[in-house]
């Protein structure tokens, strides 16, 4: 956990509240984090929800792991304290991000539990939800994809501190979404997260007048 260093700072509250930008989004900030290997398709999933959520206009932001590693999180590598550095700054933006009524999609290894949890407790003390979703795809799948080449740079030693290879993944115990993208295909992985936003209210419903002055219920 990460220690306060500065002095002298208090939380300013404005005069939109967070369920006034909810209300006017008609949805509710929330993150929903894709966990699981490298290769599992997690990223794959969050481009392609993002866009089912556009086509219902739900508005979300993905915080993809190699984007933020160009930012944010540039000054950081893989080694073990600089992934819970990585986790922590990015479960701080994504807070942000929630209580600005956006659903954001973020997509990273996170292979350490302590780390996960850790951003979850965050959100929970904000009054924030935290969607986990274990995109759960066997080591000998994601190596079969290597889309860009990695696995096999780490098996030949070039690169360290590789997830799977030379560093442990710790799968999620009780994620609340269970996604086995060797056996899913994409179409019914965004489906189902789509379902569990509905059912739980994050997506609102909204009555729209139909042309015979009868109304229908449509996700906005």
Known sequence: MAKQKATNVTWQDGEVSREDRFSILRQRGATVWFTGLSGSGKSTIAVALERALFNIGKLS????????????????????????????????VAKLFGDAGVISLSSFISPYKADRDEVRSLHEAAGLEFIEVFVDCSLAEAEKRDPKGLYKRARAGEIKNFTGIDDPYETPVDPEIHLKTDEMTVEQEVEIILDHLRQNGFIMQQQIPSADNTTNTASL
């Open 61 to 92: 932001y993905r915080l993809d792991g190699d984007n933020v590693r160009l930012g944010i999180n540039k000054n950081l590598g893989f080694s073990e304290e600089d992934r819970t550095e990585n986790i922590r700054r990015i479960g701080e």
